[in-house]
Nanobody, 116 residues
């Protein structure tokens, strides 16, 4: 079984920064994609950023230039560095793991609130 444990959420003022972390444990297929999704009240869950085990990344247009996704394969951990945060970034953020052939795993999520 796979477990994802997240940390780093919280309350920050506009323009501030947060760094989210997600550590995966269990039987993890080495070729995979990890990513971050978010969901605000009344809205659909949306992709924020993903990174493959080979290091390829992609971002939602709304966060390009502000957020950076990275990973440490030795630790099975993915990070999301969030800079220049805006109120519209306020959402519940979920960590996700997709192995190459099958499976779709989610963390418990963490709240990110951006407010003055």
């Amino acid at each position: 079984q796979v477990q994802l444990v997240e940390s780093g959420g919280g309350l920050v003022q506009p323009g501030g920064s947060l760094r989210l972390s997600c550590a995966a444990s269990g039987s993890i297929f080495s070729i995979n994609v990890m990513g971050w999704y978010r969901q605000a009240p009344g809205k659909q869950r949306e992709l924020v950023a993903t990174i493959s085990s080979g290091g390829s990344t992609n971002y939602a247009d709304s966060v390009k230039g502000r957020f950076t996704i990275s990973r440490d394969n030795a630790k099975n951990t993915v990070y999301l560095q969030m800079n220049s945060l805006k109120p519209e970034d306020t959402a519940f953020y979920y960590c996700n793991l997709k192995p190459l052939f099958k499976g779709d795993y989610w963390g418990q999520g963490t709240q990110v609130s951006v407010s003055s």
